[in-house]
């Protein structure tokens, strides 16, 4: 459809051609009318005709010595009357040449000035407008060369000037963020590492205090200081794995994968906490990296376990449509206050007192690295479902799933 619409070179040049053309016409017109009115006039006399009545009249009344002299003399008027003719002819060609002349000067003319606007005011707008589409593309840096004859002189000088405030604000903006990343996740390390050195502290100046004072029950202190350490090691470790992968979440490995025996596999350890599986006939298959999906669902069913009470009622489940497959996780738990919704997926923003606000930002990564996309809804008190769409994908290389 766009292209039935000429370009504007070419809708200038036919605007001009017909300007051209209707002014050729007009003074063409013009000379005709003329003549034509003075070949209307000199017909109207019959020069020719009212001759040879005159001569048919009085020829025979003269004496005829004189008849010759007659005669010759309107042989002489007829032959006036002939070069007035001609001469007219001449005239009218003269006229006609003149219109060519015309013609190709004013289309010299009117394609000289065509270029010239064109360029004074067609060129800087592409270039504008390529310009436009250009910082559109993420090019910050991208100038308009000027031209000081160009009437959009004054815009091309704006929009330079535009690019130059926008690339330095976006600079400036750019390193705001980092500065807030980086503050944000040294405030959430700071925070969750000194959670697990408390308990340690304590533990081993317990320890101190008692094998200073000879006590008889170090054994068992040093058992209680060992099992409190551990765990304590053990949180800060998967802490220390959680920041790293978010930091550095490697490429996803898409192979086909049949979801049903995929969560089947993955969620038996946590079939006894309340955890079922829904699974519908159908196809299920979509391209997939298994360890970063394993660690997808397991994301998703611990928030549910937290957000639940001491009987949790989790279910996990598979829909397939024509073009997508829906991968769901919903529970009864305490739900999400709407006003929340948007913020959970954004990194650091946790309402536990030992999250970290990573999984679910690591989740939506991970899904959104698969071509999918990620989903919530959630009702405050009675329970929360998440919904991750996946692109369906051909089965045939069904037998070859890892
Ligand atoms: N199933 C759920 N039900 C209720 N709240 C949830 C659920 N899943 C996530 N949330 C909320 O989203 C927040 C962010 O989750 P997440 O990114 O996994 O970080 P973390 O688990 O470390 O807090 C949680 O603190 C919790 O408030
Ligand atoms: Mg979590």
Request: proline letters at 4%; glycine letters at 6%.
């Amino acid at each position: 459809m766009r292209k039935l619409i000429p370009s504007f070179r070419i809708q200038i040049l036919i605007l001009v051609l017909f300007l051209m053309v209707n002014a050729v016409l007009f003074f063409r017109n013009y000379f005709l009318d003329n003549l034509t009115s003075f070949n209307a006039g000199i017909d109207a006399l019959e020069i020719e005709s009212k001759i040879a009545q005159l001569h048919k009249t009085y020829a025979s009344q003269l004496p005829s010595d004189q008849q010759a002299a007659f005669r010759e003399d309107v042989e002489a008027l007829l032959e006036t009357e002939h070069q007035v003719r001609l001469a007219r002819e001449l005239f009218r060609k003269d006229i006609e040449l003149y219109s060519y002349f015309i013609f190709i000067f004013l289309t010299a003319a009117a394609l000289g000035l065509f270029f010239l606007s064109f360029n004074l005011i067609s060129r800087p707008l592409k270039r504008l407008q390529e310009a436009a589409g250009e910082l559109a593309r993420g090019n910050w840096t991208i100038q308009v060369r000027e031209n000081r004859f160009s009437p959009l002189n004054d815009l091309i000088v704006s929009f330079n000037q535009m690019v130059t405030e926008l690339e330095e604000s976006r600079r400036k903006l750019v390193q705001v963020e980092k500065e807030m990343a980086w503050r944000d996740m040294a405030r959430v390390m700071a925070h969750e590492i000194k959670n697990p050195l408390t308990p340690i502290r304590l533990s081993l100046d317990r320890l101190e205090a008692k094998v200073h004072a000879g006590s008889d029950q170090i054994q068992e202190v040093l058992e209680a200081v060992v099992r409190v350490i551990r765990e304590e090691v053990t949180n800060l470790q998967t802490l220390a794995g959680e920041f790293s992968q978010f930091a550095r979440l490697p490429e996803a490995q898409l192979r086909p994968l049949k979801l049903g025996p995929f969560l089947e596999d993955i969620l038996q350890p946590y079939r006894e906490c309340g955890v079922t599986l829904a699974l519908e006939p159908g196809p299920d298959a979509i391209m997939g990296d298994r360890v970063q999906l394993k660690q997808v669902v397991v994301n998703l069913v611990q928030n549910a376990l937290q957000a639940s009470g001491e009987s949790p009622e989790i279910q996990v489940g598979v829909t397939s449509g024509k073009e997508e497959i829906v991968l769901w996780v919903s529970d009864r738990g305490k739900g999400i206050e709407p006003d929340q919704l948007e913020k959970i997926f954004e990194p650091y923003y946790t309402r536990r007192e030992k999250g970290t606000g990573l999984g679910l930002a690591i989740v939506k990564r991970i899904v959104e690295n698969h071509g999918g996309t990620i989903h919530v809804t959630s009702q405050t008190g009675k329970g929360t479902r998440f919904e991750l769409r996946f692109p369906t994908t051909d089965m045939s290389a069904e037998g070859k799933a890892p």
